[in-house]
């Protein structure tokens, strides 16, 4: 039984920043407040908002030293205070790898957290990252419930040609097989289109998730079909900094050729290139769009042709589209990109209505279209709170 003062509490952490909020663990869980603290390892700094959007804190580490632990324990310190005796009764996590086993959120013990740590090459940016304050709470709380989301579980559903790379057998059993990414995002859209928006349930989407990372996802009958982020999150579309799609041969050549190495390699294909390597400029999309240098409107025309291709790939593999979503930084707020992929998508019969596009409605293709195409804002981490309420109702 659960108190009407009772608290779920979400943390999403990354390299460099854990995003975090609060939730009322009843009713739909009104947000209480969320934040981040970002620049970790280098100068932490810490910011929280209410529901409405307003600063409800706000601190700065000139040490730098704050590593994820004691990010983590700043959090729950940060918590306790503005709960005011409210009580946190569990915690959920994002976990970017679940590996073939985890298609669903769990309650993390320490053979969880062992099966987890396991997944570590498999995403070596991200999933020590995520482990860290699993572990802290787990020292500091022993008895609080922790739950794992994982941005895998939704892509579990795609069939299995769909999962699977042309490799010899005995690699594909080992877990070198097309995971896809972003699956808390997903599952959240999905959620929002078909509870409000006029599509027939069996409806065949492509939700294009636009942000820093980014990737699409086919949806038919709500469920992953196909997705474009593949054995880790850096294959697929063009994305901030990362490469999406590469021939491998380029990474033999730059390994025989030029020497790079492991590490050299890593860097190349996941900070180093994207909006950031084409344009030399910035990985960022309002920067991109505000200057004037051919690089820059380079680099986003890479980015949307990538997408445009890959939503004729995705419609290919569900046999048809009904329907484009937006979501995430770009999908939500750049209404050049969303017209300039509709451009892309007209032969499949997707046409924009530009005022509607420009105002960013719900519904920004003109009516009738036989291809419509929606905003939907994502929201990740109320994702995890409705993960974490669900799991610990069982
Ligand atoms: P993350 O993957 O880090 O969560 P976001 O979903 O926040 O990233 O997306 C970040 C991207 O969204 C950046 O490229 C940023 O420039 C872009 N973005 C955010 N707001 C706008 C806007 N108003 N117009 C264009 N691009 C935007």
């Known amino acids: 039984m659960t108190s009407t003062q009772d608290c779920i509490a979400v943390l999403n952490a990354g390299s460099s920043s854990i995003k975090f909020a609060l939730y009322d663990a009843h009713a739909e869980g009104d947000l209480l407040f969320r934040g981040q603290i970002e620049k970790l390892g280098l100068a932490p700094h810490l910011i929280a908002r209410n529901a409405a959007g307003a600063v409800v804190a706000e601190r700065s580490w000139s040490d730098g030293g704050l590593d994820h632990h004691a990010a983590t ?11 005011a005796g409210r009580p946190v009764i569990a915690f959920g996590h994002r976990v970017v790898h ?43 709380a022993p008895h609080l419930p922790q739950i794992a989301c994982f941005d895998t579980a939704f892509h579990r559903t795609q069939p299995a040609l769909a999962q699977e790379f042309a490799l010899p057998r005995e690699i594909t059993a080992s877990g070198v097989r097309r995971y ?3 699956g808390l995002s997903y599952d ?20 294009a998730h636009l942000g820093n990372g980014a990737s699409l996802c086919a949806v038919r009958d709500g469920r992953s079909v196909a997705s474009t982020m593949g054995f880790t999150a850096v294959d697929g579309l063009v994305m901030g900094t990362r490469t999406g799609a590469l021939d491998p041969g380029v990474l033999l050549y730059l390994m025989q050729e030029r020497g790079y190495d492991a590490g050299k390699i890593e860097d190349l294909i996941y900070r180093r290139s994207g909006l950031l390597g084409v344009s030399g400029l ?14 820059a409107g380079e680099a986003i025309a890479l980015f949307v042709y990538r997408i445009v291709r890959e939503i004729g790939s ?29 451009e892309g998508c007209r032969w ?47």
């Open 98 to 140: 679940g590996g073939v086993d985890y298609a669903a959120p769990v309650r993390v013990d320490a053979a969880v957290m062992a099966d987890l740590a396991k997944l570590i090459p498999l995403a070596p940016l991200h999933q020590p990252h995520n482990l860290a304050p699993m572990a802290a709470i787990a020292k500091a």
């Open 180 to 182: 896809g990414f972003h």
């Open 188 to 207: 959240y859209v999905v959620r929002q289109v078909r509870k409000t928006l006029p599509l027939p349930t069996d409806a065949k989407l492509v939700v």
């Open 314 to 342: 995705l419609a290919a593999a569900m046999g048809g589209l009904d329907a484009i979503v937006f979501t995430a930084g770009i999908g939500e707020n750049d209404a050049a990109t969303r017209a300039e992929v509709a």
């Open 73 to 83: 324990a700043a959090i729950m310190a940060l918590g306790r205070e503005m709960l």
């Open 282 to 295: 910035s990985s960022d999309m309002r920067t991109l769009r505000q200057s004037r240098a051919p690089e």
């Open 348 to 394: 499949l019969g997707l046409e924009l209505d530009e005022v509607r596009n420009q105002r960013g409605d719900r519904c920004i293709s003109v009516t009738g279209a036989k291809v419509s195409a929606w905003i939907v804002p994502t929201d990740e981490e109320r994702m995890i709170a409705r993960y974490t309420s669900e799991t610990l109702a069982g």
